[in-house]
């Protein structure tokens, strides 16, 4: 059997799931939409399934996460819903349970957080509202396991027994009863038709659904019927469509609460979270502890013990090479074999793994960060700034993380809550100056701003930056249209979050970023390989003079003459910053015939190649041309289209272009 | 008045929904519908979005949209009901006080 685990978002959705399923899981997209799915077989019953859709808090088509629920409920037909309900909170979270049950689908209902209701004092009687809303209700704790078992139990035997909801009429005697019923009876068979139920079909009809009318079939005469029906109920109520359906779900829900539920005077977890409140989202302290708290962040990441690790499992690597390569060597493989394995496909994998311990450290603080419920308040916090930008408080983050690494920056944008700001996110991150372009800049600003370095190098963050804004701009208003998400957010109470559910995350991103990336940066080292190897004939090359990448190099230097980089070496140089950043001064000191070290000193002195308009810029050019192919990897997986990942490359070669071309045209002028 | 003019700490009531499209699904499916009693909680540090409470929870809309909710100001309940859901929107210290 197949369960749809549906519920609001911060109602401990994900930490059910991860009990539900423990490590079983397989995560993946939904097609054509950047919407995360994952499907995990239950523990317990290792024949049934259950799928983990996204946090939403209604049934609307307005959002994708919402159409995804939606269709796959209507669509896949599941054997049964678990509907999780936050007890804290449980009118706004019941306004979701309320169109579920009108879908025709068995259903429970599990009560989460029914530990921090009961510990506050609060109660609510289960049997009562277990017959008010016709379903069955299991409370349970997610976050201590308790009452999991016979959640499955119960959703196991409505499911078997297909047990529907019981209770299909929210509305009281009235205009809006009166036109939903009516409503009903006509769209009927309809509705049948597809096995849909006539109820859910009404309500959405009511409330405007035209996509609907569509599926459904509906011809102008019954159309208009339903609209002289919902004119009627408009008038006599005194309440448009919207909200009138609304008013009649919360109308029912407080019916239902009352008597039933009793909450707490104030619970202590809200107590505790106003008072860290007053701190993280005070008037004066908010912004340093913002800063602050990116600035740990970060440190941890890319310097105390992110990197370090990266750094061990670099040299691992590498001693690994050596004794492969010294290993071959004995055998007496045949070079050019040798150099395949050991330049193309180990050094490929090696900077796979390199990316690995950043990955995990960052989404282990990350994680942490929106379990606690923290980003939630930076997006309040910083919503304003924004906001100017076109995008909203949710993408700050994101942003930030650019500046250490895009790979995960850009895996990072999962956790904002819209397709469109997540694809707008994704199109900025690469323009953020990452931390592997830093020995480019220093090379160049050792050799020809020696007096300046600081300043030009803060020069260039904050002109990736603008350029990147203006490239939101241009791509929210051409590219990706459709209004912005309403930011309507909530800002639930601070938790402790769950080490499962950060460990979940932190493995499912690694694997992710392994699966995805590994054969798309394994080609890429290979080829380069190739291209540094051969000549034009496929004779091993003796220098890099004659290679095929220089021939590419030469091929396409006439494109960069207009930015003063006239020499054939500059081109070559940038191609293999595609592999990685760093690669761009490598390869360059190997084609000037000398070390990265001495490398400044070689390019003061040689005005054939850089003169000080052209290595300026050279640095915009290598500030905001393609991100290397881990990124691209890696966008390409978010924006789940090879075009795309291809058009922002494209994208980002043209503005770099354009942005080097008129600096350079500039810097002449002095 | 409209909800952007709601002061930091003073509870109204939800007159009209106004706004379109998503957002104005959106706000009612938050539970933002007319007869609902609303508390303005705090302001973002640079005076926009701002946190609202409603029905027990909280939640954070910008000022442009909260110009497009009407309200009328509302007296706090006085006599608190044992369940007091109706009257934790406002202050749950008074409620203690004068609760149950």
Same mark, same amino acid.
Not at chain 1, 320 to 323: C, E, F, K, S, Y
Not at chain 1, 532 to 536: E, L, R
Not at chain 1, 599 to 602: D, E, K, S
């Given at each position: 059997m197949v369960f749809a685990l549906v519920g609001n978002q911060n109602c401990g959705k994900t930490t059910?799931?991860?009990?539900?399923? &423990?490590?079983?899981?397989?995560?993946?997209?939904?097609?054509?939409v950047t919407v995360e799915s994952k499907v995990g077989v239950i523990r317990s019953r290792k024949a049934d399934t259950v799928v983990d859709l996204p946090g939403i808090y209604s049934l609307r088509a307005y959002t994708n996460e919402e159409t995804v629920t939606r269709d796959f409920i209507l669509k896949n037909k599941p054997d049964g819903i678990i509907n999780i309900v936050d007890a804290t909170n449980i009118e706004r979270n019941l306004y979701l349970s309320l169109q579920l049950l009108s879908m025709g689908v068995p259903t429970v209902i599990a009560l989460n957080m029914m530990d921090e209701v009961r510990g506050n004092g609060g109660s609510i009687n289960i049997e009562k509202l277990s017959r008010a809303l016709g379903v069955c209700v299991v409370p349970i704790s997610a976050a201590k396991n308790e009452g999991i078992d016979e959640l499955i139990e119960r959703a196991a035997e409505v499911a078997s027994k297909r047990i529907m909801p019981a209770v299909k009429d929210f509305c009281t005697v009235g205009p809006v009863h009166r036109c939903i019923h009516s409503v009903t009876h006509l769209v009927e068979d309809h509705a049948e038709m597809i096995r849909m139920?006539?109820?859910?079909?009404?309500?959405?009809?009511? $409330?405007?659904?035209? $996509?609907?009318?569509?599926?459904?079939?509906?011809?102008?005469?019954?159309?208009?019927?339903?609209?002289?029906a919902v004119i009627e109920m408009e008038n006599?109520? &005194?309440l448009d469509r919207m909200a009138a359906i609304a008013n009649m779900r919360y109308d029912f829900i407080?019916?239902?609460?009352? &008597?039933?539920?009793?909450?707490?005077?104030? #619970?202590? $977890?809200?107590?505790?979270?106003?008072?860290?409140?007053?701190?993280?989202?005070?008037?004066?302290?908010?912004?340093?502890?913002?800063?602050?708290?990116?600035?740990?962040?970060?440190w941890l990441t890319f310097g105390l013990v992110g990197q370090p690790l990266a750094d061990l499992l670099a040299a691992g690597i590498e001693s690994?090479?050596?004794?492969i390569d010294t290993a071959?060597?004995? @055998?007496?493989?045949?070079?050019?074999?040798?150099?395949l394995i050991v330049d193309g496909v180990l050094a490929g994998v090696g900077s796979v793994l390199s990316f690995l311990p950043l990955i995990v450290v960052l989404f282990f603080f990350l994680s942490v960060l929106e379990d606690t419920g923290y980003m939630a308040r930076v997006a309040f916090v910083t919503d304003r700034l924004l906001r100017k930008i076109g995008l909203s408080g949710r993408s700050v983050v994101p942003m930030l993380i650019g500046f250490g690494c895009s790979v995960p920056a850009i895996m990072a944008t999962r956790t904002l809550s819209s397709e469109r700001d997540r694809k707008l996110s994704v199109m900025l991150v690469p323009f953020v100056s990452c931390s592997a372009k830093l020995p480019i800049y220093a090379v160049f600003t050792a050799a020809f701003f020696p007096d300046n370095a600081p300043l030009v190098m803060l020069g260039l963050y904050l002109f990736g930056i603008i350029v990147g804004i203006l490239a939101a701009r241009f791509s929210g208003a051409f590219i990706f249209r459709g209004t912005a998400m309403p930011f309507v957010m909530e800002l639930p109470n601070y938790r402790f979050p769950s080490p499962k559910s950060v460990f979940m995350l932190m493995k499912d991103k690694a694997w992710d970023f392994i699966r995805k990336a590994f054969t798309v940066i394994l080609a890429a080292s290979v080829i380069i390989w190739f291209l540094? #190897? @051969?000549?034009?004939r496929f004779n091993v090359v003796e220098n890099g003079e004659g290679s095929l990448l220089a021939a590419v190099g030469k091929f396409i230097s006439p494109l960069f003459v207009p930015l003063g980089f006239t020499d054939w070496r500059i081109p070559t140089a940038l191609i293999t910053g595609f592999t990685a950043k760093e690669a761009v001064v490598s390869t360059l000191a190997v084609l000037v015939g000398t070390t990265v070290s001495e490398?400044?000193?070689?390019l003061m002195h040689s005005p054939e190649l850089f003169t000080t308009a052209s290595a300026m810029a050279f640095l915009v050019f290598t500030l905001l041309y393609t991100p290397c192919v881990a990124a691209v990897a890696t966008l390409r997986r978010e924006f789940s289209s090879r075009l795309g990942a291809a058009g922002v490359v494209l994208f980002q070669c043209v503005t770099a272009w354009v942005c080097a071309f008129i600096v350079y045209r500039i810097a002449l002028l002095f | 008045m409209t909800l952007d003019k709601l002061e930091v700490g003073r509870s109204a009531l939800i007159t009209k929904v106004g706004g379109e499209g998503a957002l104005r699904a959106r706000l009612l499916d938050m539970g933002l519908i007319p007869r609902t009693v609303i508390t303005a909680v705090r302001r973002a540090p640079m005076g926009d979005p701002i946190e609202l409470r409603v029905r027990g929870y909280e939640l954070t809309i910008r000022l442009e949209d909260a110009a497009k909710i009407e309200i009328e100001p509302a007296e706090v309940p006085k006599i608190f009901s044992s369940d007091c859901s109706s009257c934790c929107a406002h202050s749950c210290k008074d409620c203690k006080k004068g609760g149950k």
């Open positions: 059910l799931f991860n009990q539900l399923t &423990g490590s079983n899981q397989h995560v993946g997209n939904f097609p054509g139920s006539p109820r859910f079909a009404a309500t959405k009809l009511i $409330e405007g659904d035209e $996509e609907l009318a569509d599926t459904l079939g509906l011809n102008e005469n019954e159309r208009e019927t339903i609209e002289h006599e109520g &005194g407080e019916k239902a609460c009352a &008597g039933t539920v009793i909450h707490a005077a104030e #619970t202590k $977890e809200h107590r505790r979270s106003s008072a860290i409140d007053k701190v993280l989202t005070g008037k004066f302290t908010a912004i340093p502890v913002f800063i602050g708290v990116m600035f740990l962040v970060f690994l090479i050596a004794v071959l060597e004995d @055998f007496g493989m045949n070079p050019v074999a040798k150099s540094q #190897t @051969f000549d034009i490398l400044p000193n070689v | -």
